[in-house]
């Protein structure tokens, strides 16, 4: 192949010859019989062999190739991890992986999954399968796993579990799950957004006040959008009495259905100032266009921050995407019987 090409500018590249044809080409400086063999590599990359593809686009340190790889899998993340590439590759590449925010797949199947390359770990390095082993081939990998996006449920049926987590780490992650104030883990609790935007927010009051009470029943706004988005969390204000924990739990409704679509029980720290503080959810909450949407919020603790001149229509306008509107209604059943000019639920956080 490579001779025939340096003489001809023919090349037939195959399945079975394409790496040591790249191989050379490299080896050789022959760039237009590299372009070729990423060209073909590229036209057969998919899920089920992005893995194998990426390891060897690493190996030969082809960025391009690496790239589509990765967004195959970002794209198909429980497919390509399905597949029997997966556990041959080497640990940078899992950590490559790993690091990435835009995969789409749960937390605690991205757990399994790494579990099944330790051992295939642990067995090319000639180790026993032992717990201990599989933490310890594992390395900085396992503090890449965001096991605060799991379910309590789903963090007890498999990490828990698994013998992988000191004991120290399975409390603290109980803890982290069950109580307010949360201990501080060392794990991301940044969602995992299969979705390709950036993050954006809007802010729909004018003003900041001081004094609002919770008195166990919620916040809630109604929204519609004009176009599909993914929300990822809100902003909420804090006390008027200096820093402190709140424990919330946020939820979007479908309004016509009346149908929770996504909901988490959780807290957050405030510093006493009167900015907003980020509260998101385990997972991106797809909305729809024209859809009513409920935004809730129910927090516990000392009197806070509120905003007021509240807008009934806001405007996010990106350089990339079109623009996203956002009209507000008022919510019946609400906290201090208010309406959209006050209130708590200052910032809707999403990806367009």
């Not at 019989?33 to 194998?52: G, I, P, Q, Y």
């Amino acid at each position: 192949d490579f001779n025939r090409f340096l003489y001809s500018d023919e090349v037939q590249i195959g399945p079975e010859t394409v790496m040591t044809t790249l191989y050379t080409a490299k080896k050789y400086a022959v760039p237009a019989l590299e372009a070729h063999c990423v060209d073909f590599l590229t036209k057969h990359l998919r899920a089920d062999n992005a893995f194998m593809l990426l390891t060897q686009a690493r190996l030969f340190d082809e960025p391009q190739l690496a790239s589509l790889c990765l967004d195959t899998i970002d794209k198909s993340t429980m497919d390509a991890i399905s597949a029997e590439g997966f556990t041959d590759i080497d640990i940078d590449t899992l950590c490559a992986v790993l690091e990435r925010d835009t995969l789409s797949i749960r937390e605690s199947r991205l757990f399994g999954a790494v579990v099944r390359w330790a051992e295939a770990e642990c067995q090319r390095q000639q180790l026993p399968v032992t717990f201990g082993n599989k933490q310890k081939v594992l390395g900085r990998a396992l503090s890449l796993i965001r096991f605060p996006l799991m379910t309590i449920e789903e963090f007890a049926a498999g990490p828990a579990q698994s013998g992988i987590l000191s004991d120290r780490e399975v409390v603290n992650l109980f803890l982290h799950f069950t109580v307010n104030p949360k201990p501080k883990v060392d794990y991301i609790d940044r969602p995992r957004c299969c979705l390709r935007g950036k993050e954006c927010s809007i802010n729909r009051f004018q003003q900041v006040e001081s004094r609002w009470g919770y008195s166990g029943t919620s916040d809630r706004i109604r929204f519609t959008v004009n176009r599909r988005i993914s929300i990822v969390g809100f902003g909420l204000y804090g006390s008027i009495h200096g820093p402190t924990d709140y424990q919330v739990n946020i939820q979007i409704i479908d309004y016509e259905k009346n149908q929770t679509l996504g909901q988490n029980d959780t807290g957050f720290s405030c510093d006493g100032t009167a900015n907003t503080f980020r509260v998101m959810f385990k997972e991106p909450i797809e909305i729809l266009p024209t859809v009513c949407y409920t935004a809730c919020a129910t927090l516990k603790g000392p009197d806070s921050h509120y905003g007021t001149k509240g807008l009934k229509k806001v405007i996010h306008e990106s350089p990339t995407a079109s623009k996203t509107c956002f009209v507000f209604y008022s919510s019946p059943g609400n906290n201090n019987g208010t309406s959209i000019e006050d209130g708590q639920i200052p910032e809707i956080i999403f990806y367009t």
